[in-house]
């Protein structure tokens, strides 16, 4: 079985710290992604990564960045934390050209505070 | 832009009724579209659709694709508790490894 980990499911943090998100598969999958879900919008693209060091930008990239130094894990980095980054983060993987369906990691609810 | 409008946004029903929901899509050039249950934490896998017409059925829950209208339904018959949750439709486009999601819809099923 697929397995996709994320390192919090519930974090609070404060305005202007520095934020940590990781997500690890252990799947050997090429292609990993970050998203954010918030109530009435559904899930939106932050950052995706499609090899090792490989980035490309989603939907709603700013005030976040990422770093995929390994190819098991795809972090989601918060600069300086602002109350409306709060929200549920979920990481997800796929082997590359196989799309149909993604494995989800459990979610990570960030409060700032 | 690539687009997914899913409706209802919420929906309440009592146990044993039918729902059906909708989604709809505009996507450049379409690849496939996914249904995704999502309970409290992470979406669960349902369906891929690739093909106009073809039904695909897992217990209760059945979906087909119609590529000419640009729409899916997911339907559920006899719903019960457990079938509460959000429902989420994904749209692949060819040549894009990313997924288009639509809001989703929350389904409460009452006893």
């Known amino acids: 079985d697929v397995k996709v980990t994320q390192s919090s499911r519930y974090l609070v943090k404060r305005t202007g710290e520095k934020v940590f998100l990781e997500c690890v598969q252990d799947m050997d999958h090429e292609n990993m992604f970050w998203y954010r879900q918030d109530p009435g919008l559904g899930l939106r693209l932050i950052y995706f990564s499609y090899d090792v060091k490989m980035k490309e930008k989603g939907d709603i990239p700013e005030g976040y960045s990422v770093s995929r130094e390994k190819k098991e894990r795809f972090s989601l980095i918060l600069e300086s934390a602002s109350t409306n980054q709060t929200s549920m983060y979920l990481c997800?993987?796929?082997?590359?050209?196989?799309?149909?369906?993604?494995?989800f990691g459990p979610g990570t609810r960030l409060t700032v505070t | 832009e690539d687009k997914v409008v899913q409706s209802p946004l919420s929906l309440v029903v009592h146990e044993g009724d039918t729902v059906t929901l909708n989604c709809s899509y505009e996507v450049t050039n379409f690849r496939s579209l996914l249904w995704y249950k999502q309970e409290k934490k992470a979406p669960t896998f349902l369906f891929m659709l690739?093909?106009?017409?073809i039904e695909k059925k897992s217990g209760r829950l059945s979906s087909i694709l119609d590529k000419k209208e640009l729409f899916s339904i997911l339907n559920i018959t006899a719903t019960q508790t457990g079938d509460s949750a959000v429902y989420l439709c994904?749209?692949?486009?060819?040549?894009?490894?990313?997924?288009?999601f639509g809001k989703g819809t929350k389904l409460t099923v009452n006893p």
């Open positions: 994904a749209v692949e486009p060819r040549g894009s490894e990313k997924l288009v």
């Open positions: 997800a993987s796929i082997p590359r050209g196989l799309t149909y369906e993604q494995y």
């Open positions: 690739t093909s106009s017409g």
